[in-house]
């Protein structure tokens, strides 16, 4: 098809569908034409991917690229395209409407500079995300056939003997009789003269009538920090909530989160059109791609330059397991073994040596994997994540934007197919979706734990808080400061496929809600790292010997 009646073409299909598109986007819609087979297919496809993503009439030249990049992740062809490394800008907003009593998924522009409103909004969506989520469950989940069980109970029981308690706003707990038991969903918060306990109506106060030294029957596993969202039984007596035991909003598998939705919500971002999921699966079940995570390569500790040379020559020696072709390495900081100083000003001599050193840095990793495995170094895709001793634009705050690209011109000399992430990261490979976070989070929930752990392995109990919270850091603003405009990368709703938690512990790997937990351990101290297979999920925690 000529160039005119392509461009006729694509104007024609806009307009039906009441799209108006610019010069820009015009261009990059025949760009991408011009590379498909049935190119009047493939418009209808890309069109419907622009009316998803923004919903406006006009489309600009961003909006047409961000369709191409949705539409490129459904072809049929293989390489690095079925590796998608997910952009803050491209994570969907997730809002509350009252209007439709649902959520709403927004793209578009962000801004850094968010109105108090919108920080406020990051609690209460996440509030009504796991209240939505928790009358779901089988404790609260109730049949047209319940009856009352007791009226002074409130507890209804159903056709299979099953109670179900009903779940109280805290506005509505004054007046109630004190012999009354209630459960509230709430969010448990310490100030100076006590703990309170606030939702989206009021706030109260909370008096703990149970054994908080690690009493099973009055507390389930967990860390309930300041912050956490808490389901909690007790009853209302003067102007105070007697709080007889407490628990975490339990998580839900991810295929039952998805099955909930009335329609469709891309809550991760980038997600291919529903009509292409059976090819997508169909393809992945197919795919060889395998992906390598290691944390911490500290090329200034001795010994982690000679450890990635073996790892590296070990996987070029064995291209059936390991094709360069179909192979993605992930390197997540700290790349410095001592943090980054940013100086007083932008233009002083520290700073610049601080920049240096930071290069210098990466780039001899860079020169070991070329050494080391050339075909790796040339086929393979390498993402780069900062960790908390890196350099990153919003360090200090949630989510960690890449590193500058000026920082990795020498690297992209070495290594082409060079990407860098955000800090959690987002990555989706066809039809599975990967998170990754480098960061101590159990520590920092420890801080500031407000009642004593349950006797569980730490990587148990961390990992039933971060899905039961559905957030990889649900702590108060001012211990976590969270950007609102990028608060979805923080999210874990629903559930991903695998969720890499990379802190100061051993490695380990778990599942929990069919999810899989794993912190692939630090390169450099230990060796270790994880092997991932996305096509079936499997894994496999390894370690290369000093």
Not at 224 to 238: E, L, N, P, S
Not at 326 to 338: E, K, R, Y
Request: net charge neutral.
């Amino acid at each position: 098809m000529e160039s005119k009646a392509r461009k006729r073409l694509i104007l024609r299909k806009a307009q039906l569908r009441g799209c108006i598109l610019d010069a820009k986007a015009l261009q990059i819609t025949e760009d991408y034409l011009k590379t498909c087979e049935g190119e009047e297919d493939t418009l209808g496809t890309l069109l419907e991917l622009i009316a998803e993503g923004e919903g406006g009439s006009k489309v600009t030249g961003d909006m047409a690229k961000a369709a191409v990049d949705r539409a490129s992740a459904g072809k049929g062809g293989e390489g690095h395209d079925v590796l998608q490394i997910l952009k803050l800008s491209e994570m969907p907003t997730i809002k509350w409407s009252d209007r439709i009593q649902g959520f709403t998924a927004e793209t578009g522009e962000k801004h850094l500079v968010a109105p108090p409103s919108e920080k406020v909004g990051i609690i209460t969506n996440r509030f009504y995300m796991l209240r939505q989520r928790l009358l779901r469950s089988v404790a609260f989940k109730r049949t047209h056939h319940s009856i009352y069980k007791d009226k002074s109970t409130a507890i209804k029981i159903d056709e299979t003997g099953d109670e179900h308690p009903p779940l109280y706003k805290l506005a509505s707990l004054e007046g109630t009789p004190s012999s009354l038991v209630m459960t509230v969903l709430a969010r448990l918060v310490k100030e100076e003269d006590g703990l309170l306990l606030e939702d989206d109506t009021t706030s109260v106060r909370v008096s703990l009538e149970f054994d908080i030294a690690g009493n099973e029957e009055s507390y389930t596993p967990g860390i309930f920090h300041d912050g956490a969202m808490v389901v909690a039984i007790g009853k209302w007596v003067g102007d105070v909530f007697k709080c007889d035991g407490m628990g975490s909003p339990p998580a839900e598998p991810r295929l039952s989160t998805i099955g909930s939705l009335a329609t469709f919500i891309d809550f991760f971002g980038l997600a291919p059109p529903q009509n292409q999921m059976a090819a997508l699966l169909e393809r992945e079940r197919a795919s060889s791609h395998v992906v390598l995570i290691l944390s911490g390569v500290q090329p200034e500790k001795p010994g982690t330059l000679l450890r990635l040379t073996s790892l590296l020559k070990g996987v070029a020696s064995d291209p059936a397991s390991f094709p360069s072709t179909h192979l993605t390495i992930v390197l997540a900081g700290n790349f410095l073994s001592t943090p980054f100083m940013y100086g007083d000003t932008l233009s002083s001599e520290p700073l610049m040596r601080e920049r240096q050193r930071f290069v210098r840095t990466v780039e001899q990793i860079a020169d070991c994997v070329a050494g080391a495995a050339p075909d790796v170094a040339k086929n393979a895709q390498f993402v780069f994540v900062p960790g908390p001793n890196d350099p990153g634009i919003g360090a200090g705050s949630y989510p960690v934007h890449p590193f500058p690209d000026v920082m990795f011109n020498g690297v992209r000399k070495k290594l082409p197919n060079t990407e860098l992430a955000s800090n959690p990261a987002r990555m989706r490979f066809l039809t599975k979706e990967m998170v990754l976070f480098r960061e101590d989070v159990y520590g920092k929930l420890m801080n500031h734990c407000l009642l004593p752990p349950l006797q569980e392995p730490s990587d148990v109990t961390l990992i039933k808080t971060l899905a039961d919270q559905a957030h990889l850091l649900p702590l108060p603003p001012r211990f976590a400061p969270i950007s609102p405009a990028f608060n979805a990368a923080m999210q874990l709703y629903p559930l991903p496929n695998i969720v890499i938690l990379i802190d100061r512990e051993k490695p380990w790997a778990s599942s929990y809600k069919d999810c899989l937990f794993v912190n692939p351990g630090c390169f450099s101290r230990t060796g270790s790292f994880l092997t991932y297979r996305p096509s079936d999920g499997a894994h496999q925690l390894n370690a290369v010997p000093a």
